[in-house]
């Protein structure tokens, strides 16, 4: 087990959600924009608000593949299988606590259920597993953390 490869793993990782989620949107599939979700918290202005998210995805891939090195390593196990366990898990706190509770509550142009016709939000809340983005939302959200949590162990377990 590799705490580095957990690292490379996340960088890994969070590429594929990133470049899966921007597919996602490309193809008409989805409306989430994860760059400009979290980007718009530290600016409003929308190039420089989806470089600042792109940066945070990876700061928080990264902060995610930490945690999982710390369960591989308290549980002493790691690999694809395992990974891809935690991604499931993942995909339901980002989905559920993170898109729901935290980030509405920290995001200063996030639309809120309590707005009213004077406040003019940025940007829309998620919802429940992110379904205010459209309903294939919710399968890309949970597909592409499983494939980070696969990556991520597999990569903290050396690939085997």
């Known amino acids: 087990?590799?705490?580095?490869g957990a690292l490379a793993g996340g960088v890994v990782g969070t590429a594929v959600i990133s470049i899966g989620f921007a597919f996602g949107q490309a193809a008409g599939w989805s409306r989430m924009d994860v760059p400009l979700l979290l980007g718009t918290a530290l600016a409003e202005d929308r190039n420089r608000a989806r470089a600042l998210g792109l940066?945070?995805?990876f700061g928080f891939g990264l902060?995610?593949?930490?945690?999982y090195a710390g369960i591989f390593v308290a549980v002493d196990r790691a690999g694809w299988l395992f990974g891809m366990a935690l991604g499931a898990v993942h995909a339901g706190l980002v989905g559920g606590a993170l898109a729901n509770l935290i980030l509405p509550a920290l995001h200063p142009r996030m639309g809120r259920p309590w707005s009213d016709a004077?406040?003019?939000p940025l940007?829309?809340?998620p919802g429940f597993m992110l379904l205010n983005y459209g309903a294939p939302t919710v399968a890309l959200l949970v597909v592409l953390h499983l494939a980070y949590g696969a990556i991520v162990g597999g990569f903290a377990a050396g690939l085997s």
């Open 1 to 4: 087990m590799s705490v580095w």
């Open 55 to 57: 940066l945070l995805h």
């Open 63 to 67: 902060l995610f593949a930490l945690a």
């Open 118 to 120: 004077r406040d003019t």
């Open 123 to 125: 940007i829309e809340p």
